[in-house]
T-cell receptor, first 115, second 111 residues
C-alpha cells in the first residue's frame, strides 16, 4: 500500500515553455502533498506544501508565480513550472501523507531538463 | 551552516564488513528522525525511523543522541545491495511533515 506515482518521469523542454508534473496517491487519500527539488549531489529541498482544497504554502525563496501548485483532490496534486529556464533543470519529487504524521510516501520523481 | 550535515563519503566497504556513519542536525526543536536510502536517480525510500532509545532493524542499527544532536547508522554484514546514498532526515519541528534532508552519505559495498 501507500503508493505515489508521478508523471512524467522525465521531460525535456525548450526554455520559456511550461511543464506540468502530476503527483497521485494511488491507494490512499493524501491530505497533504509536498513538492521537493533536488540538484545533483545536493539534498532534497522542500519547495511547497499543499493541502487539498487550499492554497499551497511555499518555502522561503520559492517563487509561487513560477511554481504553480494545485491540489484539487485528495489523490492529485500538480506542479507547473512556468516559463522554464535551464536553471530550473532538476529532479522534482513529490510526497504525500495521510494525516498528522512525518511519515511520507515519495513518488518516483520527475527529471526535468530545460534546454 | 547546513541544518543537517553528513559526511558525503564515499565509504568503501568490503562485503560482509560493518560500516557506521553519523549526521548532525542543528534544529533542537526536531522531534522525528529518520534514515532514508536513495539509489542513483531514484526517489528516497524510508529505511528506518530513529528512536531515542536506539533501534535495530535486521542488520541496521540507528542511534539518536539528542544532547549532542547527532544520529548514527550502523550497517552490519554489508551486502552489495546496500550500496546507496543514505539520507539523514529530521523534521523541522514547526509542523507535521516538514522534513529537512541531509545531502547523504554514499556507501559502496565491494565484493
Amino acid at each position: 500500500g501507500a503508493v505515489v506515482s508521478q508523471h512524467p518521469s522525465w521531460v525535456i523542454c525548450k526554455s520559456g515553455t511550461s511543464v506540468k508534473i502530476e503527483c497521485r496517491s494511488l491507494d490512499f487519500q493524501a491530505t497533504t502533498m509536498f513538492w521537493y527539488r533536488q540538484f545533483p549531489k545536493q539534498s532534497l529541498m522542500l519547495m511547497a506544501t499543499s493541502n487539498e482544497g487550499s492554497k499551497a504554502t511555499y518555502e522561503q525563496g520559492v517563487e509561487k508565480d513560477k511554481f504553480l501548485i494545485n491540489h484539487a483532490s485528495l489523490t492529485l496534486s500538480t506542479l507547473t513550472v512556468t516559463s522554464a529556464h535551464p536553471e530550473d533543470s532538476s529532479f522534482y519529487i513529490c510526497s504525500a501523507n495521510s494525516g498528522p504524521t512525518d511519515t511520507q510516501y515519495f513518488g518516483p520523481g520527475t527529471r526535468l531538463t530545460v534546454l | 551552516r547546513k541544518e543537517v550535515e553528513q559526511d558525503p563519503g564515499p565509504f568503501n566497504v568490503p562485503e560482509g564488513a560493518t560500516v557506521a556513519f553519523n549526521c548532525t542536525y542543528s534544529n533542537s526543536a526536531s522531534q522525528s528522525f529518520f534514515w532514508y536510502r536513495q539509489d542513483c536517480r531514484k526517489e528516497p525510500k524510508l529505511l528506518m525511523s530513529v528512536y531515542s532509545s536506539g533501534n535495530e532493524d535486521g542488520r541496521f542499527t540507528a542511534q539518536l543522541n539528542r544532547a549532542s544532536q547527532y544520529i548514527s547508522l550502523l550497517i552490519r554484514d554489508s551486502k552489495l545491495s546496500d550500496s546507496a546514498t543514505y539520507l539523514c532526515v529530521v523534521n523541522r519541528g514547526d509542523s507535521w511533515g516538514k522534513l529537512q534532508f541531509g545531502a547523504g552519505t554514499q556507501v559502496v559495498v565491494t565484493p
